[in-house]
């Protein structure tokens, strides 16, 4: 990518997909649902997909799209996955999977040659360990300059799986992921105790992975009895890998609970020492006050 | 609160509020709106607002509910804040200040135990700096523990600020507020220090607090050449305070561009060691590769 200086000074406004871009081009979108169920979507996100040409999702997006039919049902998409909506407008579905981002990609962007809105749908947000880097890295290689990409905010799992919780993200935090594909487990482990020493509160991300060996590093920077959240399939109900649910327990006793850490869908939120538990009549809240800040403070 | 460890066992459904609450109560629904505008509004939050009998908003979230008809025109609502719809429910819109936040908040509990529901606007995500702490520490504080509470997330300004500029935050990242009112300048440096050592991207918020003094901790962690991102009013197009922006520089020169950090809507986004620019046809864009990915690794 460019490390020529010049570009840093580059102003964009919001309408910056005007300049430049061949008018007879589409534009490659990044869009972010959010947890899964249609509910946590925004308007923004919904929009793009319901006026996009081509659609890339996986088997498990495009059954959540389908819930509130933002996407056709199943059995109105024929075998190319072509759906043709009451409106005329004729909408291709197709289906994401890990083997298959390079070519989709490429795919991608020669719809978007042709003229063609393609949205390509990533869970939550699409930054935060989804898939807009990728796109931007398919563009770089193929040179791809002349593809207009605009990325979709959404509600990333941390913040679903917090609001569920209570208020626990109300000081600063940090997002970690466990997952050691990309980089060595040195870089994971460096944050990790740079985040415990200096009283962020954690959010790991990518929980099936060595969940237990990130609390023991936290362990030794923190004492046992800071409170965790162990949230599953935030915002997603029923309609989750594992179902909803949210299990709070602490630093301590943390990795003696795999059993509630059920898969791709599990955060763990890590409070810092100002972190506390609130009950009411219904349930337990984790909550994090600013400062430890106090009623008298408002 | 409560540090009694037996309340730390407690696991909560998804259908939490259906257990102990009186039937006879609503429920206090603590709601983030996203950047500002509609568009980034997910539908949970836009049913909540226009299904609670008391709306609970500042004067600029206000104008963005009724900007897509999710409130009623402010000509329609009469002198004591109550608006009727077409088809007759009655909703009171109350205007929120910063110095009644506590009476505001007492206010919506009386509102919970008269059978309605509340609806209190948090423009961004609740948590991420905004209100659902102190309406916990409310609850605590008037021994509230019939009140139903829950939050609806919604779309943070990091989320939103990195969508307008690409994908900064595909790896590790964390938030900092440099807002000193309720701790220690010490503390919010030991997290910037930390961060910027352990190679966090960094999100910024409130930065028209002593942001040239978080750069300069920051650049003694990290080299000059690192991208940073300045974003204005994110997801606000022409609506906000200042207008939607964004600016890329570098961590050598961003102290120098306070003109472009513009008031409460600046978020600065320092990118890390990987963070790379990269320019297409219309613009330049801030890419954080994970992991310092390329295109062969998927």
Redesign the interface.
């Known amino acids: 990518?460019?490390?020529?200086?010049e570009?840093?000074?580059?102003?964009?406004?919001?309408d910056?997909?005007a300049?430049?871009?061949?008018d007879d081009h589409g534009t490659l979108y990044?869009v972010?649902i959010?947890p899964g169920l249609?509910?946590?979507?925004?308007?923004?996100a919904?929009e793009v997909i319901e006026s996009s040409e081509v659609v890339i999702a996986s088997s498990l997006y495009q059954e959540f799209l389908r819930d509130?039919g933002t996407l056709l049902p199943e059995a109105e998409t024929d075998e190319d996955g072509i759906a043709i909506r009451d409106d005329g407008f004729e909408q291709e579905i197709v289906r994401s999977t890990m083997g298959r981002?390079?070519e989709l990609a490429r795919a991608a962007f020669d719809h978007v040659r042709e003229g063609k809105d393609v949205a390509h749908v990533s869970g939550g947000?699409?930054?935060?360990?989804?898939k807009?880097?990728?796109?931007?890295?398919?563009?770089?290689?193929d040179d791809?300059?002349?593809?207009?990409?605009?990325?979709?905010?959404?509600?990333?799992a941390a913040?679903?799986g917090?609001?569920?919780v209570?208020?626990?993200?109300?000081?600063?935090?940090?997002?970690?992921?466990l997952s050691d594909?990309?980089?060595g487990w040195d870089?994971i482990e460096?944050?990790l105790?740079?985040?415990a020493?200096?009283?962020?509160v954690i959010v790991l991300y990518n929980c099936w992975r060595n969940y237990e060996k990130a609390v023991e590093i936290v362990r030794e920077e923190r004492t046992d009895?800071a409170?965790v959240a162990i949230v599953n399939d935030a915002?997603r109900?029923?309609a989750g890998r594992n179902?909803?649910?949210?299990?709070?327990?602490?630093l301590g006793?943390a990795a003696d609970h795999d059993d509630k850490v059920s898969g791709m869908g599990t955060s763990l939120i890590i409070g810092n020492h100002e972190t506390?538990?609130?009950?009411?009549?219904?349930?337990?809240?984790l909550?994090?006050?600013?400062?430890?800040?106090?009623?008298d403070?408002?």
């Not at 249609?38 to 923004?44: A, C, L, Y």
């Not at 209570?166 to 992921?177: E, I, K, T, W, Y």
Request: aromatic residues 8%; charged residues 30%.
């Open positions: 990518m460019s490390s020529d200086t570009s840093t000074e580059a102003e964009t406004t919001t910056a997909t300049d430049g871009t061949p990044v972010g959010g249609p509910d946590h979507m925004t308007k923004r919904k509130d981002q390079i947000d699409p930054s935060v360990y989804g807009s880097d990728l796109i931007f890295k398919m563009a770089e290689e791809a300059t002349d593809i207009p990409i605009e990325i979709v905010p959404g509600i990333t913040l679903a917090a609001a569920n209570g208020a626990p993200l109300c000081n600063d935090f940090c997002m970690v992921s594909k990309w980089r870089e460096e944050k105790r740079a985040a020493i200096s009283d962020f009895d409170y915002g109900a029923d179902g909803e649910s949210q299990f709070v327990t602490t006793e506390e538990t609130w009950r009411n009549d219904d349930r337990t809240y909550v994090t006050p600013r400062g430890g800040r106090d009623v403070d408002f």
